[in-house]
């Protein structure tokens, strides 16, 4: 199979399989997306969403968030990953987007990555999500997955995974394909033992047949 049979099977399965593949987030707006994805560095999703509806009940916007003191949203943040951190990143990013953006969340990835605690991974999903940008946000499922099907060669960081990516996935599917490739590191790709027989991708994955192969 060539690279690009291999990408138009994958792309394939998984606009037949997955088309309305979404983040796993819960948000209303801009903002309220942007704190929840700074809050799911190196943590999961579930827990996340745990979390932000006491957020943004105390903080309804960027303006309110952003004159928040550490003491009081620390508590709200306790129970995740890097609290210290997040809690300072937070209200760092609402005092810069009311300071340097009248108010707005950014729309591009380099205004993105001024704020503080978000990095590109961060500005593609925002991007992506909420403007449909053709921006790839690479993920430890993302980078894994891409490997492992072989949609990616060699790629040794996420932004040469995200590059590879971007050279064969059509620009109008990339917005949806980060979350394809996503999901499905977490359900069925996963980590230590990728459940292998309950995937349609095995006749494109390269994991798979060398798998195969071995046996
Ligand atoms: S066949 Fe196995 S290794 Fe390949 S994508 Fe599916 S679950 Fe992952």
């Keep these: 199979m060539t690279q690009k049979e291999r990408y138009a099977f994958v792309l394939k399965y998984f606009e037949e399989h997955a088309p309305n593949a979404e983040t ?3 948000y209303d707006n801009p ?3 942007l704190v929840a994805v700074i809050l799911s560095a190196q943590c999961t999703d579930k827990r996340v969403n745990m979390t932000t509806p006491a ?3 105390q903080y309804p916007d960027v303006y309110a968030l952003s004159r928040a003191t550490f003491d009081d949203l620390f508590p709200l943040i306790r129970s995740i990953s890097y609290p210290n951190n ?3 990143h937070l209200i760092g990013m609402a005092q810069m987007v009311v300071e340097d953006f009248n108010g707005e969340i950014p729309a591009t990835v380099p205004e ?3 704020l503080p605690g978000v990095g590109r991974k961060t500005a593609n999903v925002i991007t992506s999500v909420v403007h449909h940008q053709p921006n790839m ?4 499922h993302v980078f894994r997955v891409s490997a492992r099907i072989g949609l990616t060669t060699n790629a040794k960081t996420p932004l ?3 590059l590879q990516l971007l050279k064969h996935i059509p620009k109008e599917k990339v917005h949806v394909a980060h979350h394809w490739l996503i999901l499905h590191g977490r359900y069925i790709c996963v980590a230590r033992s990728p459940k292998c027989g309950e995937c349609g991708l095995r006749p494109a994955c390269k994991y798979y047949a060398k798998l195969i192969k071995a046996s």
């Design 31 to 33: 903002y309220q997306l």
């Design 55 to 57: 957020i943004f009940a």
């Design 112 to 114: 993105l990555i001024k």
């Design 86 to 88: 997040k809690t300072k």
């Design 137 to 140: 946000a690479v993920d430890t």
């Design 24 to 26: 796993e987030l819960i």
């Design 160 to 162: 040469q995974t995200e």
